[in-house]
């Protein structure tokens, strides 16, 4: 999975600071340990996520959504920017671009619409004389 800039540069200030985090609890750091881990370097719980994700939603105003509503948010906003279906399909697990297609893109308010301006400037460009 290709990962940004941004995000590459986060994990690896995170695993540059597991180690320190895991001395002032008294364990020895190990090289190959996770970088999603709990503090003690033992791999993550699902359920330990959502308990976490519960407990600081619960310090705010932000509504409470499902991992999952998480997921299809994330899912339309790709496809709001232009990122091609196929690439959102790998990312997220699903085997087929049809079924990315068929869960997501009829939220795109004036897909239809920008899909028509598409084609006809297509048409109306085709139509334009080799000397313009």
Excluded: C, W
């Excluded at 695993?15 to 090289?31: D, S, T, V």
């Excluded at 003690?40 to 407990?55: A, I, M, N, Q, Y």
């Excluded at 999952?68 to 709001?80: E, G, K, N, Y």
């Excluded at 028509?116 to 297509?122: N, P, T, Y």
Aim: aromatic content about 2%; hydrophobic content about 40%.
């Amino acid at each position: 999975m290709a990962l940004s800039s941004t995000v590459l540069e986060e994990l690896k200030r995170h695993r540059l600071a597991q180690p320190e985090e895991q001395l002032k609890i008294g364990i020895r750091p190990e090289e190959n340990s996770l970088v999603g881990a709990q503090i003690d370097g033992s791999p993550l719980k699902p359920v330990s996520l959502t308990h976490e994700r519960t407990h600081l939603l619960a310090k705010t105003d932000l509504p409470r959504i499902r991992f999952h509503d998480l997921r299809h948010s994330h899912a339309t906003q790709l496809f709001a920017v232009g990122v091609h279906p196929k690439s959102r399909a790998n990312g997220s697990g699903i085997r087929t671009i049809g079924i990315t297609l068929d869960l997501y893109s009829h939220i795109i308010p004036g897909m239809q619409a920008n899909a028509a301006e598409q084609v006809d400037a297509a048409i109306k460009a085709a139509k334009k004389p080799a000397s313009e």
